[in-house]
């Protein structure tokens, strides 16, 4: 009998479909199990073989719990709303929604040949109005509790795609989609009060079972800055009060005695607060040049600029008058934007000192070694500050000077975050329409819950318009309605959602697909929640940091009954192309999985990309070694044909260690190692002459999650009727984890001095150590120098005394 992957694998998909083994029940005695990817756009290139490889390891995953007593739930949906959908669809002039079903069943197609065990029945598509009611109902439920919420605030404008971005969609200044420069805009926005859960979201991270660096990547994005507002009073040269205040941001309160200058941003309101009549021309140039550049230019610009505003404030600390400037170092969206210049430990602050000639004084004693150019911002001994503080480390310092200035009302404490509030507004096509209704009496009004969805309706011209509005708003059929509250004529929002909504929160709805009352009842969440392992190799902030503050709210309003919606994060390395670079159709490198399935089999192609490295390195693709598993799998074939009656015993502590080392690999996401422990057995298999029924049987099952077709295939032939994939999942005889005892000879000099009884998989040096301490071998070595020693394992243990 020949091994035929084309015949095989066909006959047990088709099987495993028919027979709904792998459909999930929701009312099961069983614990749960649930394994989900982070489910994929598609996009009308279709899959190439770097896209399964964290579905392959899912799919492992989730066959192995499954054989471990899990009721397991392992799905599959489309997050098919988006700019990228969109721009595929019209640079290819077809509709979205046609692109997109077309895009569905390409996916699926390739997906089918790969022989993965999800339960079809659950799959979802985030642009189906049957799902995308929810992600509505669900802005709605924000809208009420004022977490949603309208703006007219500049925001990231890309004007190729032609529509406002979040925060969380550039890369740097330009858009992540397309590479353009944003700008800034100001046009009438919905934003979501995502700040509001910055803390919590900060705290939970300490709860998850994540990549550090993915923890640490949250973090940073959220950015919280624990630091103080300090008041400076206005003054003239001569001391005398303007009138009014600043506030400064500054997390360094020690270092308040040097500061010899305040820097405003150029679009803070305390501009008009100080500059003084002379001043006037050059403080409204110096504000234009700023507003035309970019807050990243402005921010990693190695050329300081500023100007004068004719203004003192007066330190309150140690009343020294300083001058105030404009700089466009300084950002006005962040704290107060205005900043104390502290150029003795602030690197910024020195250039710009240097620039105009300003003093700098110091007040912490730079270490030995820290050589006159480096700005010293670390610990050390306060001075230059009074008795009563010099001396003192400089954070206690600076602790000291602010309980000083707080209680003469000079200092409060303040909290700063990097993360803003989402604009959550798209002007394009193809997302979510979001369901408010603007009406001229009662403002903006959510569309009734009753009244969901509001149907994306269909337009002549999709195309994007730089006027800020989306497609929509030329659909007046559509936009004219009537307001809910007050009944008089009314228009729609015509923006739509991001393309992040749907995936916000599309975790939950597998857990409850089809149903049409609410977005997850409360019994199968309870269930289901949370996502027991996520798998993903990108978004290591935007997706996560959103579906973290979307379930926090949901929380919030009792729809999920856990704080965080993914319990488990393993994040992949990605595949590379053979040449080494990313593969992609501009290259010419994509290698599509059905070519590879169609040569060598889908259970080889499982097993090569399980076996390629270690599951979160990236690694290049190799024809070459997809063979070394093909060849593997022919060989696990042919062992069939070597059973035999009995035991083979001498393979019986490895196949027992091989089923302990697999099973904590398989969960550990460990899978390439799994894959060489089996390897290794094989090959100890192959030199026996027969092996027994059950230890093949055995083999199969720790295999099959990898290669589940051939062991299905190879399993019915011993006589099963019930498939590998449910079968009880081995567990190792701990009594045979360890080989038995062996007594070996010691010899020196070519005669037998003793014997020691060790393992045969005792190493060389613990050999001959135990050999060593036998008083009767030691007696022998005692007579002169060793020269030579040799450990045959299982056999003898030899040394030539001199
Ligand atoms: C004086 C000082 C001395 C500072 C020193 C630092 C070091 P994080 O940790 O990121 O919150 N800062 C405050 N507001 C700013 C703004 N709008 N634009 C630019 N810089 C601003 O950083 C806080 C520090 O960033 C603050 O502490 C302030 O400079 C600066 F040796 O105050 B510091």
Redesign the pocket.
Known sequence: MSYDHKEIEEKWQKRWSESQVFRTLDNSDKPKSYVLDMFPYPSGEGLHVGHPKGYIATDVYSRFKRMNGYNVLHPMGWDAFGLPAENYALKNKVHPRVAVEKNIATFKEQLSHIGFDYDWSREINTTDPKFYIWTQWIFLQMFKKGLAYQSNEPINWCPSCMTGLANEDLDGNVCERCGTEVVKKSLPQWVLKITQYADRMLSDLDTLQWPDYIKEAQRNWI?K?E?VEIIWEIVTKEGSSMGSTIS?????TD?IPG?TFLVL?PESDYVQKTVVPGQRESIDAYVAKTLSKTEIERQTSKEKSGTFTGSYAKNPFTEAIVPIYLAD??????????????P???A??REFATLFNLPTLFTTNIPEGITDKDIY?GEGKQINTGEEYDGLLNIEAGEKIFAHLKEKGKAHTRT?Y?IQDWVFSRQRYWGEPIPIIHCPKDGAVGVPEDQLPVLLPEVESYEPSDTGESPLASIDSWVQTTCPQCGGPAKRETNTMPQWAGSSWYYLRFMDTHNDQSAVSAQLEKYWGPVDVYVGGDHAVRHLIYARFWHKFLFDIGLVSTQEPFARLEFLGFILAEDGRKMSKRYGNVINPNDVIAKYGADAFRVYEMFMGPFENTVAWSTASIEGTTRFIERVWKLAERLGESDADAVETLLNQTIKKVSNDIESFKFNTAVSHLMILMNAFEKKESISTRQYELFLQLLSPFAPHVTDELWERLGKTDSVHVSKWPSPDENKLQAPLVSIGVQVNGKVRGTVTLSPEATKEEALALAKTDPGIARWLEQGRVEKEVYVPGRIISFVVI
């Open positions: 950015g800055s630091g400064t941001f500054t997390t360094r270092t500061v941003a170092y300084v950002l006005a969206g962040y704290g107060t934007g205005a900043v104390m210049g502290m003795g430990h602030d910024r602050d911002s700063l990097r």
